[in-house]
């Protein structure tokens, strides 16, 4: 059987915090804050994940209460993610991760971005997908305020 999930997540940009996404870190002037490395990418994903397996969603398994996730690699809670899925008996079939970010440009990334997913997610590269689009200026991402990325998969029965 086949499911669906999507996710979507996002981070307000500020100075002083290394910028992570997709567990790669991208060089730039400001970084996303949040209470694990903000990996807004890598959250999108999770939450695609859990709500394709009907897991609920990151802050319901990681709570940014809990003192364990402050400043984690959002890679590390993916394998978690990916462990969850296991046990309820899915793996994934593929991914699709959107960034929205009017700054840095993202491409000479994205490579590294989706192998490290992939490797994640013990899926092979092709079957993992990742790209970034600005929003010509407008909206907080296009101020730069902030980053957000949205996510879509499909796991299926073991
Ligand atoms: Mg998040």
Redesign the pocket.
């Known amino acids: 059987m086949l499911r669906i999930g999507h996710g979507m997540?996002?981070?307000r940009l500020v100075e002083g915090r290394k910028l992570i996404l997709c567990g790669v870190e991208v060089p730039h002037t400001l970084g996303l804050l949040?209470h694990?490395d903000?990996?807004?990418a890598t959250?999108?994903l999770m939450d695609a994940l859990l709500g394709a397996a009907a897991l609920g969603d990151?802050g319901k398994l990681f709570p940014d209460t809990d003192i364990q996730y402050k400043g984690a690699d959002s890679i590390g809670l993916l394998r978690v993610v990916m462990r969850r899925l296991k046990e309820k008996g899915y793996r994934p079939v593929n991914a699709d991760v959107t960034i929205v970010a009017q700054k840095p440009k993202l491409r000479p990334y994205i490579d590294a971005m989706r192998a490290r997913l992939a490797e994640a997610m013990e899926l092979e590269v092709e079957l993992v997908n990742v790209k970034a689009t600005t929003t010509e200026h407008m909206g907080f991402e296009g101020k730069e305020k902030g980053m957000s990325a949205h996510a879509v998969c499909l796991i299926e029965t073991l």
């Open positions: 997540d996002v981070h949040g694990s903000a990996d807004v959250h999108a990151i």
